[in-house]
């Protein structure tokens, strides 16, 4: 990716970059297959979603560092080299996220534990991701994700809007999603797109991090 403004999703505020297909289908399925492998101690169960954490807890103190499983190094390399979190600072945390067709989440920012950019490759099913406005919860504009894709958040984007997914097993297409016309596949207004079980990869940059290792313990 020698020119990552290619990318750049115009019509949303700033910045927004979104890459169709940066995974291939068999990269896909390997996520996958690790994903589902893991013991069932390393999924945390949450009301709306599970999840899977990687690379230490962030905390205003400084996040622990744990050892992250070789498969997960290769995705966090490839974004690394995207150069996206300044001063030559790699990638060193990444949240698994599964979600079933109806499962979502509420609208939120990332907050300040991570530098301000956050990188999402998509897996499994396509989703809506939504944005607001913090003061009234007008809605910004919608993002949608496809299988395979990577989406990359910064500035305003991840700073002064909020984001969520809507607990909903079909998402309808509207004039609100602003990177259509960089999916990889035709969609048109008024379309209704049934989900599938969706697993993303968000892979960041915790800033501030202890000197301690919990596999040097």
């Excluded at 001063?87 to 509420?106: C, F, R, S």
């Excluded at 607001?132 to 894709?149: G, H, M, Q």
């Excluded at 997914?165 to 209704?192: F, H, M, P, R, W």
Aim: aromatic residues 8%; contains cysteine; hydrophobic residues 35%.
């Amino acid at each position: 990716m020698d020119n990552l403004q290619e990318y750049l999703v115009s019509k949303a505020p700033p910045s927004v970059f979104y890459i169709p297909d940066f995974i291939t289908k068999e990269e896909e399925a390997h996520i996958l297959d690790k994903v589902y492998s893991v013991p069932k101690p390393k999924w945390t169960n949450l009301s709306n979603r599970r999840l899977q954490d990687y690379g230490g807890v962030p905390h205003k103190n400084g996040m622990i560092c744990e050892k992250i499983p070789t498969w997960l190094e290769l995705y966090m390399k490839r974004i690394s080299d995207l150069k996206l979190f300044g001063d030559g600072k790699t990638a060193n945390h990444v949240l698994i996220n599964e979600y079933l067709p109806d499962q979502g989440i509420m609208p939120h920012t990332d907050g300040p534990l991570f530098y301000p950019t956050v990188a999402t490759i998509s897996c499994g099913s396509h989703t809506i991701l939504e944005f607001f406005n913090t003061d009234n919860r007008d809605t910004i504009c919608n993002l949608l994700l496809e299988p395979r894709s990577l989406i990359i958040l910064q500035d305003d984007m991840y700073n002064k809007y909020l984001h969520s997914i809507s607990e909903i097993a079909e998402d309808e297409i509207t004039d609100k999603c602003v990177n259509l016309i960089q999916c990889k596949n035709n969609y048109t207004v008024g379309q209704i797109v049934k989900r599938s079980v969706r697993v993303s990869l968000t892979i960041r940059n915790v800033p501030k991090v202890s000197k301690l290792k919990l596999w040097n313990l």
